[in-house]
């Protein structure tokens, strides 16, 4: 028998909720290219899903467009499948239907998918569950013993089936949760009845509302990281020993190099959670399953082969897996914001992390208030410092009204109090290099990205800045392979990454990644540097039409730039080679004056 095709209605309602996601919400290309796949497949046009059509209608190319020598799409439909796989390994883990752009095609797939529930919430008469061959594909059968239950993708033979799993998905759901709000309940009244005062005063839980949706919860602390190892041999010691040096290194999370304690009531630890390292599909494969102390659920299983776990190459993978998952952008931090769960500290790194994708002034605002709020309540944590400080640059370099009349010298004190708090810190020392870099200190600024990047290998975030701050003190050749393996590496990163990357293969000539770059510095706030660099993109790659677009949107939204771009550039401390490589593009796109 056929498995069952997902229906029509429920592949449009995960598309709408896939769309209005925050995996999703950093890229406004990949959402376009994702609608614009299903819609047409779902249409009946799955043959017009070709690479010229798609350069035409998705990203304006003409009729000229030639794929051999622009790889816009393929690039893009690269970064929509890590997206994808992002998304449904994070906050669309329980989608009912499965979307996926299956390589050597555009026709998108879809099959109706199963979430792993805890061990302890599973029905009695539940059918064991196959572990898959590899990350999220579907098994070749369902007979693996019943404790080998991770998450895994399958299709139910009727829709009768399909809507009787759903059912009992959310009933058992549903009663998990309930019990761990009564575990949260019943050990707050407990610490609060021992120790004679309110031992979980900074936590907040309301029952749920009318609607039946869970209430806000609030809990001081960044989020609690074990590692349990439960595989053996060398593959799995290289695995452990990566994910323990990449894990200690970030600032976002408190790392315990052991598991969670069998004996503690996990209800109780809802912003906890557990890297798994348990035996893989086959012989020497090591499977790495991120998952909620509280409630089991699965954020993320990945099984690395022999060949991802060797020498030289676990480093890597690791990186990739830690920086999809432990930073304020990635799974974790989205799992406990989805989830109604909410730290003060926790809050303003989210939102921190959305300015930065978004780079506008309200979500910079937001993202400073919420940060100086923690300040004023004296907190002792060094990220906080840190993020405030560059924040505080960021307003001095746009002009930004909030807060009135920022300095350098006030973003200076705050990262200096960072590097007091936290010696170690590599959000301190990369705070500390970004502001040298606005102040001209280039030597300084290379020295103190450097630290940041030495002190933790393992977070991309910490290569690209090394990267973007090597390429603006003039150190093309050496800073543009660090951004660009970042770039190419982890698909939701921030748009500065891009334009970092823009610059570097700009000043080095490879005018096809420039431009591919530039692309991607579409953002919901127009920056005139962001605007330029695509201006100059576009008459490289000879899309005139788009240059001249572009050219009369600069002379319009930025006036002071288009008639002087030099001064800006200056401003910001480039270097005098790029400048002059910036300002005589911009000339002769009719940007600046000629003298």
């Known amino acids: 028998m056929e498995p069952a095709t997902p229906a029509a209605p429920a592949v449009r309602e995960t ?72 998304y449904f390994a994070s906050e669309g883990i329980g989608e009912p239907v499965r979307i996926a752009i299956p390589r050597g095609g555009y026709v998108p797939s879809y099959e109706l998918n199963a979430i792993r529930l805890p061990a302890d919430a599973e029905p009695a008469d539940a059918a064991p569950i196959a572990r898959p061959s590899k990350h999220f594909e579907k098994p070749e059968a369902a007979a693996a013993p019943v404790d080998a239950v991770p998450l895994t993708t399958t299709r139910a033979p009727t829709e009768s089936a399909s809507l009787l799993t759903r059912q009992l998905r959310f009933f058992w759901a549903a009663m998990v949760l309930v019990i761990a709000m009564l575990g949260i309940l019943v050990v707050r009244q407990g610490n609060a009845f021992l120790h004679g005062d309110d031992a979980a005063a900074p936590v907040e839980v309301e029952t749920a509302g009318a609607t039946g949706s869970v209430a806000s919860q609030t809990f001081d602390g960044l989020p609690l990281i074990y590692l349990a190892i439960k595989a053996d041999g060398p593959e799995a010691a290289r695995v452990a020993s990566s994910l323990r040096a990449g894990l200690a290194g970030f600032d976002t999370i408190d790392f315990i190099g052991r598991d969670a304690d069998a004996t503690r009531n996990r209800s109780a630890d809802p912003i906890s959670f557990v890297f798994d390292l348990i035996p893989g599909t086959a012989a020497g494969d090591v499977m790495i399953e991120l998952q909620s102390v509280a409630t089991g659920r699965v954020l993320l299983s990945r099984n690395l082969t022999p ?22 952008s990635g799974a974790i931090y989205s799992y406990i914001d989805q989830s109604d769960i909410r730290t003060s500290q926790i809050g303003c790194l989210v939102l921190d992390d959305l300015y930065y994708l978004d780079q506008s002034a309200k979500a910079h605002e937001a993202a400073y208030r919420c940060l100086e709020k923690l300040v004023r309540e004296s907190t002792k944590s060094s990220l906080v410092y840190s993020e405030l400080a560059s924040l505080h640059l960021e307003a001095v370099n746009n002009r930004y009204a909030y807060p009135p009349g920022a300095t350098v010298e006030q973003a200076m004190s705050f990262a200096h109090r960072a590097i007091q708090m936290a010696p170690m810190s590599p959000h301190a020392h990369r705070a500390y290099g970004y502001l040298n870099s606005r102040l001209g200190n280039t030597d300084e600024a290379i020295r103190w990205m450097r630290k940041a990047y030495e002190l933790n290998p393992y977070d991309l975030g910490m290569a690209a800045a090394y990267g973007y701050g090597l390429i603006f003190a003039g150190r093309y050749q050496e800073g543009t392979p660090i ?23 700009f000043m080095q000539g490879d005018t096809q990644r420039a431009a591919i770059a530039s692309e991607s510095l579409r953002t919901t706030a127009s920056k005139s540097h962001y605007l330029a660099a695509r201006l100059i993109g576009a008459k490289i790659s000879g899309r005139d039409k788009l240059a001249n677009e572009l050219a009369n949107e600069l002379t319009a939204e930025f006036p002071k730039f288009a008639a002087n771009p030099r001064a800006t550039f200056v401003d910001r401390k480039y270097p005098a080679d790029l400048i002059d490589r910036l300002v005589q593009s911009l000339r002769s796109a009719g940007i600046g004056n000629p003298s």
């Open 15 to 86: 598309l709408e909720r896939l769309l209005a996601s925050e995996t999703f919400g950093r890229s406004e290309r990949a959402r376009r290219l994702l609608r614009y796949l299903v819609e047409r497949e779902q249409a009946g046009e799955a043959d017009r899903l070709k690479g010229v059509s798609i350069a035409m209608d998705v990203f304006g190319k003409d009729g000229d467009f030639d794929g051999s020598t622009d790889a816009v799409v393929r690039v893009q439909a690269g970064r929509l499948r890590e997206l994808l796989d992002q």
């Open 307 to 328: 060949a991802e776990s060797a020498p030289g190459a676990v480093e890597s993978n690791i990186a990739n897996l830690l920086t999809s998952t432990v930073p304020a």
């Open 483 to 505: 951004l660009g393996h970042a770039v190419e590496a982890f698909g939701g990163h921030p748009t500065w990454w891009d334009y970092g990357l823009f610059v570097g293969a």
